[in-house]
């Protein structure tokens, strides 16, 4: 990762791989809704970001799923800081309640607008290990440095 780029940090260390399993399983669920773009799949997400983003993940249905799948496949524990991870379920908690908004009120370009932020999101978690987040915390602080502490 670049110089340039802050994340936050809270030295709690979780599973890399389980959390790009996680963003892969997010990565599917966009996909599905660029083909069947119905309500239930951002209000889907809507739950599952909000349970990991603030401080309910055990309870997350892909955070779960990812859990059951490391195990199952005897994925070995990369372990990595939790705190990005969090700041990157907020985001999503933020951007698909905007994508489940756009959706009731049949606002199709902003739905899929969000949508596609979200599928490359996703993408570059769980493919590449890079966290988009980490970009998205660094542009806050500089325009806004009391704004994330």
């Known amino acids: 990762m670049s110089d340039n780029i802050s994340c936050p940090a809270d030295h709690i260390l ?3 791989n389980r959390a790009r399993l ?6 599917l669920a966009g996909l599905t809704y660029l083909l069947i773009p119905h309500w239930s799949i951002p209000a889907c997400l809507v739950v599952d970001f909000f349970l990991r ?10 955070n779960l799923l990812s859990g ?26 933020i951007m698909t309640d905007l ?8 606002l199709k370009e902003g739905a899929y607008t969000l949508d596609a932020v979200l599928i490359l999101f996703a993408f ?9 987040g980490c970009y998205v915390y660094t542009f806050i602080k500089k325009i806004s440095p009391k704004a994330i502490l």
């Open 14 to 16: 979780i599973n890399e």
């Open 22 to 27: 996680t963003a892969l399983f997010v990565l």
């Open 53 to 62: 983003g603030f401080g309910h993940g055990q309870y997350s249905p892909l």
């Open 68 to 93: 059951w799948l490391v195990k199952i496949l005897s994925i070995k524990n990369k372990p990595v800081d939790r705190a990005p991870k969090l700041f990157a379920a907020q985001l999503g908690f």
């Open 99 to 106: 994508l489940l908004i756009s959706n009731v009120f049949d």
């Open 124 to 132: 570059l978690e769980s493919a590449l290990g890079l966290c988009a």
